[in-house]
Protein backbone atom coordinates (compact mmCIF):
# COMPACT_ATOMS: atom_id res chain seq x y z
CA UNK A 1 0.00 0.00 0.00
CA UNK A 2 1.36 3.51 -0.60
CA UNK A 3 -0.08 6.59 0.46
CA UNK A 4 -0.83 10.05 -1.48
CA UNK A 5 -1.01 13.14 -0.04
CA UNK A 6 -2.16 15.40 -3.47
CA UNK A 7 -5.12 16.11 -1.26
CA UNK A 8 -2.70 18.18 0.63
CA UNK A 9 -1.29 20.11 -2.68
CA UNK A 10 -4.48 20.47 -3.76
CA UNK A 11 -5.52 21.78 -0.85
CA UNK A 12 -2.47 24.22 -0.74
CA UNK A 13 -3.10 25.43 -4.01
CA UNK A 14 -7.00 26.26 -3.23
CA UNK A 15 -5.62 28.01 -0.10
CA UNK A 16 -2.86 29.96 -1.87
CA UNK A 17 -0.25 28.42 0.25
CA UNK A 18 3.08 27.93 -1.16
CA UNK A 19 5.96 25.65 -0.47
CA UNK A 20 7.88 28.51 0.25
CA UNK A 21 5.58 30.10 2.77
CA UNK A 22 5.68 26.27 4.59
CA UNK A 23 9.22 26.33 4.78
CA UNK A 24 9.67 29.90 5.67
CA UNK A 25 7.72 30.12 8.53
CA UNK A 26 9.02 26.80 9.47
CA UNK A 27 5.43 25.15 9.35
CA UNK A 28 7.59 21.74 8.13
CA UNK A 29 11.18 21.10 6.86
CA UNK A 30 11.77 20.82 2.74
CA UNK A 31 12.83 17.30 3.82
CA UNK A 32 9.28 16.22 5.01
CA UNK A 33 7.66 18.46 2.25
CA UNK A 34 9.64 16.02 -0.27
CA UNK A 35 8.39 12.85 1.50
CA UNK A 36 4.68 14.38 0.81
CA UNK A 37 6.04 14.88 -2.49
CA UNK A 38 7.14 10.96 -2.94
CA UNK A 39 4.16 9.62 -1.06
CA UNK A 40 6.53 8.24 2.02
CA UNK A 41 5.33 8.28 5.51
CA UNK A 42 5.93 11.56 7.56
CA UNK A 43 4.82 12.06 11.60
CA UNK A 44 1.40 12.65 12.75
CA UNK A 45 2.77 15.69 13.68
CA UNK A 46 3.69 17.21 10.10
CA UNK A 47 -0.54 15.51 9.03
CA UNK A 48 -1.11 17.59 12.06
CA UNK A 49 0.44 21.00 11.38
CA UNK A 50 -0.84 20.77 7.36
CA UNK A 51 -4.15 20.68 8.70
CA UNK A 52 -4.20 23.20 11.00
CA UNK A 53 -2.47 25.32 8.27
CA UNK A 54 -5.58 24.61 6.06
CA UNK A 55 -8.07 23.80 8.19
CA UNK A 56 -9.02 20.53 7.51
CA UNK A 57 -8.56 16.64 9.02
CA UNK A 58 -6.25 14.23 8.03
CA UNK A 59 -8.48 12.52 5.84
CA UNK A 60 -8.78 15.62 3.03
CA UNK A 61 -4.84 16.05 2.84
CA UNK A 62 -3.96 11.79 2.66
CA UNK A 63 -5.57 9.10 1.22
CA UNK A 64 -4.57 5.34 0.86
CA UNK A 65 -3.58 3.75 -2.75
CA UNK A 66 -3.99 0.15 -3.42
Request: aromatic share 4%; charged share 25%.
Amino acid sequence: MAISYQGAFDRMKAAGVTTYRIRKENIMSQSTLQKLREGRPVSTEAIERLCLLLNCTPNDVMEIVR
